[in-house]
């Protein structure tokens, strides 16, 4: 069976053409008033954001990474610090510890949701750490609340990295809401996505939201009137138009995205040699991804794109054997789980516009790939 057309691992066109009309009503407001930093669209969808997470405040930024920075900086997080985190997320996780002069310490993940193992967490926290990050990695949330005392027993922050989680929730708290703060990303291809760069701050404490603010803003509240070394990181009027129609539909969206997983459970169940994602108890998860393992995975992977699948990996390299963290000086056999993981991830498309006769075809050709056709 060929499939007619080239199945991506995501469709921002659907999504585009979904929204379209709103965007362009959007846009021509902006443009006609100019209003391209701070316009009333950036505080209306900040307002919207918090409300659908169930947050008292919610702050816009540039990027995701800036979020994570930003969030990690209002906690308290200075040079010389260390933040604890999981060895498999993206590198903007420790990116975002490394840029404030703090030192990332990864640590190994549980070996069925691939998520941060809070049992390594206690034993890499110490005089030192200043905050941990739980990733909630694919669009699952992590045990946050197993982190709590962990982090209160050193003194540190608890800041989400909720860029994946967009919707998901655990035992009925959204992700983003469950530490002191987090930061998320609305990088494009993400649940909630903008037509470019952008980001967001959440919290429930006003004077995180405060800090985050003055430092997104060069330092200042009043024009010229510096008050702390800050960066230039705001949410741009025309990504918050994006934002604010595809917040929208993300409930909808969301539930097409647990449809579709599924779907894909049901029609893998069955497969030998496949290792299929499964949601942990008291989780709803938002399913931005869908990651199963499975061995020899580059020749599958191969064999999907060749078949016209958009599959991917999310990601091949843990952060302490990548090259940027060599002066860790950690390798190959300190965190086994998470490099093990990485070498057997395989990313399938899934999005909300996908459909039943595209995931089956995707399920023909994992399956032939797998020898069992």
Excluded at 152 to 168: I, P, R, T
Aim: glycine letters at 10%.
């Amino acid at each position: 069976m060929n499939f007619p057309t080239a199945i991506p691992l995501v469709d921002l066109g659907a999504q585009q053409e979904e929204i379209a009309d709103e965007v362009e009503i959007g846009m021509k407001e902006v443009f006609a008033r100019t209003t391209f930093i701070g316009g009333p669209q950036v505080a209306e969808f900040e307002d919207a954001y918090a409300t659908f997470l169930g947050a008292r405040h919610c702050v816009g930024v540039a990027n995701g990474t800036d979020a994570l920075e930003l969030a990690l900086r209002a906690c308290g997080v200075s040079r010389g610090g260390e933040v604890v985190l999981p060895a498999n997320t993206f590198i903007a996780t420790a990116e975002a510890v490394s840029r404030i002069g703090a030192t990332p310490v990864p640590v190994d993940v549980d070996p069925v949701h691939l998520l941060i193992d809070p049992a390594r967490v206690a034993d890499a926290t110490g005089p030192r750490t200043q905050a941990i990050v739980p990733v909630h990695l694919f669009g699952q949330t992590a045990p946050v609340e197993r982190l709590e005392s962990l982090a209160e027993s050193v003194g540190a922050a608890l800041v989400e990295d909720a860029a994946q989680s967009q919707g998901a929730t655990r035992d009925g708290r959204f992700a983003g809401t469950l530490g002191h703060a987090a930061g998320t990303s609305f990088y494009p291809g993400k649940n909630l996505g903008a037509a470019g760069d952008a980001g967001a701050v959440t919290t429930n404490d006003p004077d995180i939201a405060a800090r985050v603010r003055l430092l997104g803003a060069h330092g200042s509240t009043v024009r010229y009137q510096h008050d702390a070394i800050g960066m230039n990181s705001r949410l741009d009027t025309v990504q918050a138009v994006v934002l604010s129609a595809k917040l929208r539909r993300l409930h909808g969206w969301n539930q097409r995205r647990r449809d579709a997983a599924r779907r894909y459970s049901s029609l893998l169940s069955d497969l030998p040699g496949v290792v299929l994602p499964s949601s942990a108890a008291g989780n709803i998860d938002a399913w931005h991804l869908y990651v199963i393992r499975v061995d020899e995975r580059d020749r599958v992977l191969a064999e999907l794109q060749a078949a016209g699948i958009g599959a991917g990996i999310h990601y091949p390299v843990p952060i302490h054997l990548s090259g940027a963290y060599r002066e860790l000086n950690l390798g190959r056999g300190d965190f086994p789980v998470a490099e093990r993981a990485a070498d057997t991830m395989l990313s399938l498309p899934i999005y909300p516009h996908i459909t039943a006769d595209q995931q089956e075809y995707v399920a023909e050709r994992l399956i032939a790939a797998m020898g069992r056709l």
